[in-house]
């Protein structure tokens, strides 16, 4: 459990207008992976960390949902466990026990109902960075649609993390520009990706948490075999 008080509002949350998100084209590609990787018997580990503030509440049900998909996803390449981090309130944040069972993961979230406050990406960032000096991370996967912190701040703990080798994922739900210029540098400076979706789109979600399981067990070699636009969009991004 990781605790402390939320950092001074910086960039407020902006509004979402609906569009088609630029990595919508993912099922394909996952297809397409199944017929390319083999069994290798690693376990990824895989961070799974998502903004519980109140707006958050309909796409936490959704997450809720759609997190036995990563598990199954590489089922017949390896295995995954999985820690849940989230925010909420004025200053909570807190992270599971490592998880390996989707039935153990659906219970730990189902008990949290998502509060009013404020984002704490920095601490998101941390922690998955002390995580891996414990035992190598694969990812950390990030959900969220809002930013109000100092962005140099979280600039230098994503560089800490492309340091460490863990590439951060950043799925931004809407279309709020400060948010997004945030999440790509997050992701660049990391080594990992960045994706926009739109709001309620459930199965845009679960492809993209989808794509980066199986990243977190088979790496870019799981991933090179197949070239098509939806995969560069998202994978073509890592480094």
Not at 93 to 118: F, N, V, Y
Request: glycine share 10%; with cysteine; charged share 25%.
């Amino acid at each position: 459990m990781i605790d402390g008080q939320s950092k001074p509002s910086v960039t407020a949350r902006g509004e979402s207008t609906p569009a088609t998100a630029p990595c919508s084209e993912v099922d394909a590609f996952l297809t397409e992976i199944g017929k390319h990787t083999t069994a290798t018997g690693i376990r990824g580990r895989l961070i799974f960390a998502l903004d519980a503030t109140a707006s958050r509440q309909p796409t936490w049900d959704t997450a809720c949902e759609l997190q036995a998909d990563m598990f199954r996803e590489v089922t017949t390449t390896g295995g995954l466990d999985m820690q849940l981090l989230y925010y909420r309130g004025l200053g909570e944040c807190r992270a599971s026990r490592w998880i390996s069972r989707p039935d153990q993961l659906a219970k730990t979230m189902s008990q949290i109902i998502c509060e009013a406050g404020h984002t704490q990406i920095e601490k998101v960032l941390i922690h998955a960075g002390k995580e891996t000096k414990l035992l190598k991370v694969s990812a950390l996967v990030f959900v969220g649609d809002a930013m109000e912190e100092n962005p140099d701040s979280l600039a230098h703990q994503a560089g800490e993390l492309g340091r460490l080798g863990v590439p951060a994922f950043m799925f931004q739900e809407g279309r709020d520009r400060e948010v997004e210029h945030v999440f790509r540098n997050i992701a660049q400076l990391s080594h990992g990706a960045y994706c926009r979706f739109d709001p309620g789109a459930a199965r845009e979600l679960s492809a993209l948490l989808r794509a980066v399981a199986v990243f977190a067990v088979g790496g870019t070699q799981a991933l090179a075999a197949r070239g098509d636009a939806s995969a560069v969009k998202l994978l073509g991004q890592l480094r």
